[in-house]
């Protein structure tokens, strides 16, 4: 069993950054696949990013390429999400997942193939 819990959310303006912290517990996070997503009011939930177990060849939604970054330090359990160039789309509850994998250098994007969730963080971004 692993317990994920997001922080670092807020309220910002456009253009400004944030850097979101996934911390786990319960289980060394190294055996994990991370994955951070986002839902907005009256959208699905949808994929930005995921990192291997070793914490390379990390892959991103096209909505959020080139201005978010996924990273992790599996010595303290956590994962990280920094938003750079914040627009006011990305407003939404930002969610991290982790899913156990024998394979170390994998990410994965699907929303149902995480096992595990954590309760979300609000990030809004005004104009």
């Known amino acids: 069993q692993v317990q994920l819990l997001e922080s670092g959310g807020g309220l910002v303006q456009a253009g400004d950054s944030l850097r979101l912290s996934c911390v786990a517990s319960?289980?060394?996070?190294?055996?994990?696949?991370m994955g951070w997503f986002r839902q907005a009011p009256g959208k699905e939930r949808e994929f930005l990013a995921t990192?291997?177990?070793?914490?390379?060849?990390?892959s991103y939604a096209g909505s959020v390429k080139g201005r978010f970054t996924i990273t992790r330090d599996n010595t303290k359990n956590t994962a990280y999400l920094q938003m750079n160039t914040l627009k006011p789309e990305d407003t939404a509850v930002y969610y991290c997942?982790?899913?156990?994998?024998?394979?170390?250098?994998?990410?994965?994007?699907?929303?149902?193939?995480?096992?595990?969730w954590g309760q979300g963080t609000q990030v809004t971004v005004s104009s």
């Open positions: 997942a982790a899913v156990a994998s024998d394979n170390l250098w994998l990410g994965v994007e699907t929303p149902s193939e995480y096992r595990y």
């Open positions: 990192i291997n177990r070793v914490g390379v060849r990390p």
């Open positions: 319960g289980r060394n996070l190294g055996t994990y696949v």
